[in-house]
């Protein structure tokens, strides 16, 4: 035997080796998960129809073009999430500068109006952070989606509504706040990480006070921010939202609080603590499927304090991203349910699949229309 078919020989023995070392770590792989097979977290229901299912969480963004306003910093442009951002909105920057930023929010429509689950969106503008003067701060903000924009480019589609987002700091936020109001916003959205915003700051009770009065309900980011390039996490301790809370105005705490802690405690835990002294405190479960929180979902699906708290909504477009894939719940899911899962073209439509096979029950994903006063009647065109 020669040198070259001696080496040709240990390669096949070497592959012939890998290949059973992967056959048999898959054969232990599938017998650990028929052994610790769970299924969903609670009992599924019936499938949620589409007629006022509504995602309080949809984000959308721009670069600038057509004169949006939209800002990106050129340090989150530099980062590789950007790319991944731009392609799950189903974009390019080319198409962006040619068309302008609201070709985003004319895709979110058109994936929408596919959807067979859900009708209806809660499109998010973001404010950026501020300087002394209550100036957008460009230095300290990594994106910043305007008011005007997002309310303007919603109005052109009858399956989109809009939130607002207004820093407290500027010194003419109320006039903002109103503006927002009367133009059909449903809601405040904030991000204090990242817009650098205390929400315990009793500085901004007047702020507090005239969305008490207005019936807007503040939408906030709470627990740790990992989809910017920095964040002040401890702004986003749902400790801090005592204040608004004990002057009237509905919170609805992002995500369950999911990923963060403070003073030693998980934030998921002081925010189940606060639900049941503040009856106008809710919680959503956007982002709750993502691999880095596996596990939350099904916390705000069994823990008692969140019954009756909770909202449907997506962080969309994380939910077109690799960050969730039915394939990370093989203790949950039997291969052909992953399967069908995972073959689900439209992001909405997969997203209702998926937590609606983990259990999350009909009356959570009807729950948004309630808690922000929707009807069929007030459709999102007429309420502009």
């Not at 790319?83 to 004319?106: A, H, M, P, Q, W």
């Not at 919170?251 to 925010?271: C, K, P, Q, Y």
């Not at 909504?313 to 399967?339: C, E, H, R, W």
């Not at 995972?342 to 439509?349: F, K, L, V, Y």
């Amino acid at each position: 035997m020669n040198q070259k078919t001696d080496f040709k020989t240990r390669i096949r023995r070497w592959v012939r080796f890998v290949g059973l070392g992967l056959a048999g770590l898959t054969v232990l792989l599938v017998a650990s998960c028929a052994m610790f097979f769970e299924g969903p977290y609670r009992p599924v229901t019936v499938v949620p129809s589409k007629p006022m299912v509504v995602d309080v969480h949809c984000h959308c963004a721009g670069i600038g073009g057509g004169g949006s306003g939209c800002f990106v910093s050129p340090h989150l442009q530099g980062s590789y999430k950007f790319n991944i951002y731009l392609k799950s909105f189903g974009v390019t920057r080319e198409e962006l500068l040619k068309e302008g930023d609201g070709l985003t929010i004319r895709r979110i429509s058109e994936h929408l109006a596919k959807s067979t689950n859900v009708s209806t969106a809660i499109v998010l503008a973001i404010d950026g952070a501020v300087d002394d003067q209550g100036r957008l701060d460009t230095n300290r903000t990594e994106f910043y989606v305007p008011n005007e924009f997002v309310q303007r480019e919603t109005a052109k589609f009858p399956n989109l509504l809009w939130g607002a987002s207004i820093n407290p700091y500027r010194p003419d936020a109320i006039q903002r706040l109103e503006w927002a109001h009367a133009r059909g916003a449903r809601l405040v959205k904030w991000i204090p990480s990242v817009m650098f915003i205390d929400p315990a700051d009793r500085r901004i009770e007047p702020f507090y006070l005239r969305m008490a009065e207005l019936g807007m309900p503040l939408l906030s980011h709470a627990g740790q921010e990992r989809s910017f390039t920095h964040a002040r996490d401890e702004l986003a301790d749902p400790v801090r939202l005592e204040l608004p809370l004990s002057l009237g105005v509905t919170v609805i705490a992002a995500h369950i609080a999911s990923t963060g802690s403070n003073d030693n405690e998980r934030d998921v835990d002081r925010l189940a603590r606060m639900m049941a002294k503040h009856p106008k405190l809710y919680s959503e479960i956007s982002s709750l499927t993502q691999v880095n929180k596996l596990g939350y979902l099904r916390e705000a699906l069994q823990r008692p304090e969140f019954a009756g708290r909770l909202l449907y909504g997506t962080d969309f477009p994380l939910i077109n991203t690799a960050l969730v894939s039915p394939y990370m719940f093989p203790l949950n899911f039997k291969v052909g349910q992953m399967s069908d899962i995972a073959a689900i073209e439209n992001p909405w439509d997969r997203d209702v699949t998926l937590k609606h096979a983990l259990g999350v029950p009909d009356e959570i994903f009807h729950r948004t229309a309630e808690v922000l006063k929707l009807t069929q009647q007030a459709t999102p065109a007429g309420a502009r």
